[in-house]
Nanobody, 122 residues
Framework: QVQLVESGGGLAQAGGSLRLSCTAS????????MGWYRQVPEKRRELVAM????????EYADFVKGRFTISRDNAKNAVFLQMNSLKSTDTAVYYC???????????????WGQGIQVTVVP
């Protein structure tokens, strides 16, 4: 099985920066997708940024374009989210999301990290 372990986050002032990290533990043959969602109370979880397989460019939500940058370390099955020019509206629980092929038989695993709080204050 795969476990997604997140780190980073916390408290930042508006206009400041934070960096989130997520590492997939366990045996992974191929990363099909890996990225970040976020959720605030009483709202649906929404995509922030995502890498997909096949060498595609990452996808960003419109509300983070130009401010957030997603990157990855393929050797470590890790994904990062650099968040700059933070706004109070970025306050949310951020979730790492991953979809993996585990073996040559095509076994897949899809899941979330435990979530990490990001709070942006004026």
């Amino acid at each position: 099985q795969v476990q997604l372990v997140e780190s980073g986050g916390g408290l930042a002032q508006a206009g400041g920066s934070l960096r989130l990290s997520c590492t997939a533990s366990g045996s992974v043959l191929r990363v099909n997708a890996m990225g970040w969602y976020r959720q605030v109370p009483e709202k649906r979880r929404e995509l922030v940024a995502m890498f997909y397989g096949g060498g595609r460019s990452p996808e960003y939500a419109d509300f983070v374009k130009g401010r957030f940058t997603i990157s990855r370390d393929n050797a470590k099955n890790a994904v990062f989210l650099q968040m700059n020019s933070l706004k109070s509206t970025d306050t949310a629980v951020y979730y790492c999301d991953g979809d993996y092929t585990l073996d040559e038989y095509g076994t897949t695993w899809t899941g979330w990290g435990q979530g990490i709080q990001v709070t942006v204050v004026p």
